[in-house]
C-alpha cells in the first residue's frame, strides 16, 4: 500500500521561507514533485524531480524554490524561498510509481501574507 505523508506546510510572510517535505512508502518511485491548487484554480504543477535527478519547475518559481530528493529514503523536499501571496495554496505531494501509476498526499497549506 502507497503512502505519502507531507509536512512542512504553514503561515509566512511574504519574503519568508518554507521547507515542505513528503516520505513516501510502499513502491519503487519513478518521479516525485510537488503541485498546488489555490483557491478557486486548477492545480498546477509546481515541482518534478526523476529518480535520476532531472528536475521541472514551474516558470513561476523557478530561481526561488527547488525540488530535491533521497532515492535512499523516498523522500522528496520543495525549499520555497521568497515567498509570495500568489505562492498561497495547498500542495500536494504527488509521485509516479515504477509502474505508471500516480500517486497524492492529503496536501499542506501555505498561506503567504502580504
Known amino acids: 500500500q502507497v503512502q505519502l505523508v507531507e509536512s512542512g506546510g504553514g503561515l509566512v510572510q511574504a519574503g519568508d521561507s518554507l521547507r515542505l517535505s513528503c516520505a513516501a512508502s510502499?513502491?519503487?518511485?519513478?518521479?516525485m514533485g510537488w503541485y498546488r491548487q489555490a483557491p478557486g484554480k486548477q492545480r498546477e504543477l509546481v515541482a518534478t524531480i526523476s529518480s535520476s535527478g532531472y528536475t521541472n519547475y514551474a516558470d513561476s518559481v523557478k530561481g526561488r524554490f527547488t525540488i530535491s530528493r533521497d532515492n535512499a529514503k523516498n523522500t522528496v523536499s520543495l525549499q520555497m524561498n521568497s515567498l509570495k501571496p500568489e505562492d498561497t495554496a495547498v500542495y500536494y505531494c504527488?509521485?509516479?510509481?515504477?509502474?505508471?501509476?500516480?500517486?497524492w498526499g492529503q496536501g499542506t497549506q501555505v498561506t503567504v501574507s502580504s
Open positions: 510502499g513502491s519503487i518511485f519513478r518521479s
Open positions: 504527488q509521485t509516479t510509481s515504477m509502474w505508471a501509476r500516480d500517486y
